[in-house]
């Protein structure tokens, strides 16, 4: 089993409508990210959260909300989806105890709105 | 200017050839820097860390230069199993951490 998980793997979704993506870690870090990736642009932070009840915003946060009520969880909403939030979507975390160290993402959710 | 830069490719290689990349960035007050790798559709996964000294993983060697802001990352022998897109990843600590854009490796028998 994955040590990030991130359902739905794959979401096709109409223009307007809520969805929220979930992310959940067995390896008991503390940091966890969301990134979105386009071709040709690379991975961009949309959130990020250093502990449970923290949030913090990324480069491209507009049109996203996310929650952390569980160290292990952590929860990206887009309130109502446009067709250029068509991405896929990584979630990833990281241990801050072992300094500025390797990420680990889990396997994205293809998201398409249309 | 991106705040950090790669050649997207692709790179066209047949096995067993010599590739190198290179990645550059822009904030001087960077302090550690990786090359991750990305197969197609899959989540990107630490390839290695790059070290000041430069360092070397089997066929596989990062170096870093601070003078000229950039990292390049050496692949010996190449393998058809090289094949995948390679993103340079530059942090300047805490959460602010730049994902290159990718340069794509193909590796023909």
């Known amino acids: 089993d994955a040590d990030v998980t991130q359902t739905p793997r794959n979401r096709i979704t109409k223009t307007g409508k809520r969805i929220m993506l979930e992310c959940s870690q067995t390896?008991?870090?503390?940091?966890m990210y969301w990134y979105r990736q386009d071709p040709g642009l690379g991975l961009r932070l949309i959130y990020y959260?250093?502990?449970?009840?923290?949030?913090n915003k990324g480069e491209i946060s507009d049109g996203y909300s996310v929650s952390r009520q569980a160290q292990a969880k952590f929860s990206l909403s887009l309130e109502s989806a446009i067709p250029n939030q068509t991405a896929l979507y990584f979630c990833?975390?990281?241990?801050?105890?072992?300094?500025?160290?390797?990420?680990?993402f889990g396997q994205g959710t293809r998201l398409t709105v249309v | 200017r991106k705040e950090v830069e790669q050649d997207p490719g692709p790179f066209n290689v047949p096995e067993g050839a010599t590739v190198a990349f290179n990645c550059t960035y822009s904030?001087?007050?960077?302090?550690?820097f990786f090359w991750y790798r990305q197969d197609c559709r899959k989540e990107p996964k630490l390839l290695m860390s790059?070290?000041?000294s430069g360092n070397e993983d089997g066929r596989f060697t990062a170096q870093l230069n601070r003078a000229s802001q950039y990292i390049s990352l050496l692949i010996r022998d190449s393998k058809l199993s090289d094949s995948a897109t390679y993103l340079c990843?530059?942090?300047?600590?805490?959460?602010?951490?730049?994902f290159g854009a990718g340069t794509r490796l193909f590796v023909k028998a």
């Open positions: 990833a975390t990281s241990d801050s105890s072992q300094g500025n160290t390797e990420a680990f």
């Open positions: 390896k008991g870090h503390d940091r």
């Open positions: 959260s250093f502990d449970v009840k923290d949030i």
């Open positions: 904030n001087s007050a960077s302090q550690s």
């Open positions: 790059v070290y000041s």
């Open positions: 990843v530059v942090s300047t600590g805490g959460f602010k951490t730049i």
